[in-house]
């Protein structure tokens, strides 16, 4: 017989081909370690549930079971015809139980709802729930304040937003007109949009809400560039011109779980310029002095909340106060991309690539041989 073990090692190597295994199973750990209701909430469009999405859906529900994921799933949400949703909700349990994933079907206006939810989840059994009543007691809004799942996902047949054919991948909610045309929006997007707009009012931080396809869900959950549109608020900043007023072991841990290695005692005693740190520490910017320039000493984001769009707010806010300064990251980090569009100039050295903004001609000899020979920050030891 095979093991549960060896199910979820088979299912974790197959992951591998919509992203790095690393990722899929960081992902998995993750989810596997909160919560059993928490780890997503799926809306489910009526056209999700005919083929072929619906056979891509019931596929990539049986992965997730494989990997001991249970979503919580919402039919009803978002269909006009209320006379529809229990035999939709009737379906999906049918197509799910026959491929050995045990369903419980729960309306929302049931007394005790949420308590069944989470017994469900926990308990390795997906709960369908009906939404017949769309503005009842347990409406949208109360349902994601009280199961707080980290990922609301509107599984719709688009997959997500596009601008010249081109997939959005991130739309700052507090910026939306500036994004996003909205003579371009179909019906079903605009309705999506101001719903998630009275959801993040309402419901605060506690989610992040993604357009997506049951062609690729699993993408949008084990990837970190995703494959639909997230919708999410700017990140709330922080700045300082020291290190003092941050909580220090938050910002060790948020580093060195970034960074994948121990950043030393020392770096918290180093001259700072300034630093600009996400409220919630899940990344940041610190700058210190080098070559008599500001320099960037560490640019990050958590691994959890990669893909959110947070390295953009950080990156923004902070070449808005600092204009000019320089920094390094080694060949190999997969990030350099991202730097070679952000930076004005960029020259390899050793291991290193030394990227600036903003520095006149005769800053820059002086810079690179600054940022070459700058000591490393981070402990030898394993993390």
């Not at 980290?150 to 997959?159: A, E, H, R, T, V």
């Not at 601008?163 to 700052?172: L, S, W, Y």
């Not at 918290?268 to 002095?289: C, L, N, P, Q, S």
């Not at 500001?294 to 959110?308: N, T």
Request: aromatic share 10%; proline share 4%.
């Amino acid at each position: 017989m095979t093991s549960k073990s060896s199910i979820r090692d088979t299912v974790l190597k197959s992951l591998s081909a919509i992203g790095a295994i690393q990722e899929a199973n960081y992902y998995a750990e993750m989810f596997a370690a909160q919560d059993a209701e928490r780890f997503a909430l799926i809306v489910i469009d009526p056209r999700c549930l005919k083929n072929p999405l619906l056979e891509s859906l019931i596929s990539n529900m049986k992965i997730l079971a494989d990997l001991g994921l249970f979503p919580v799933l919402l039919v009803g949400a978002l269909d006009d015809d209320r006379t529809t949703v229990k035999f939709q909700s009737q379906r999906l349990a049918k197509e799910l139980g026959a491929v050995s994933i045990r369903t419980t079907k729960l309306n929302t206006a049931t007394y005790g709802l949420i308590s069944d939810v989470q017994k469900a989840s926990r308990g390795g059994v997906v709960p369908i729930m009906e939404m017949t009543e769309r503005r009842g007691r347990m409406n949208l809004e109360t349902l994601v304040s009280e199961i707080r799942p980290n990922k609301i996902i509107f599984l719709q047949p688009s997959g997500g937003l596009t601008r010249n054919g081109a997939r959005i991948p991130v739309v700052n909610m507090d910026r939306v007109d500036a994004m996003i045309d909205p003579d371009a929006l179909t019906v079903g997007q605009a309705r999506f949009i101001s719903l998630v707009e009275e959801l993040s009012k309402n419901a605060g931080a506690l989610s992040v809400y993604i357009i997506a396809s049951p062609l690729n869900l699993l993408s949008e959950l084990f990837t970190i560039k995703g494959s639909g549109t997230l919708f999410r608020r700017g990140a709330k900043l922080i700045s300082h011109k020291d290190l003092t007023n941050f909580d220090l072991a938050k910002l060790s841990n948020s580093i060195n779980e970034s960074f994948q290695k121990p950043i030393g005692p020392a770096f918290f005693e180093t001259d700072i310029h300034h630093a600009v740190i996400e409220a919630d520490y899940r990344g940041g910017a610190i700058f210190t002095h080098l070559a008599e320039l500001p320099y960037l000493s560490k640019f990050w984001v958590s691994r959890a909340a990669q893909g959110e769009g947070i390295a953009r707010d950080i990156w923004d806010y902070m070449t808005a106060d600092t204009p000019v300064f320089f920094w390094r990251s080694r060949k190999s980090n997969p990030f350099n991309d991202w730097y070679m569009y952000a930076c004005d100039g960029m020259q390899v050295r050793d291991e290193w690539r030394v990227f600036w903004k903003g520095l006149n001609a005769d800053e820059i000899p002086g810079a690179i041989k600054a940022a070459a020979s700058a000591p490393d920050d981070f402990l030898k030891n394993n993390y």
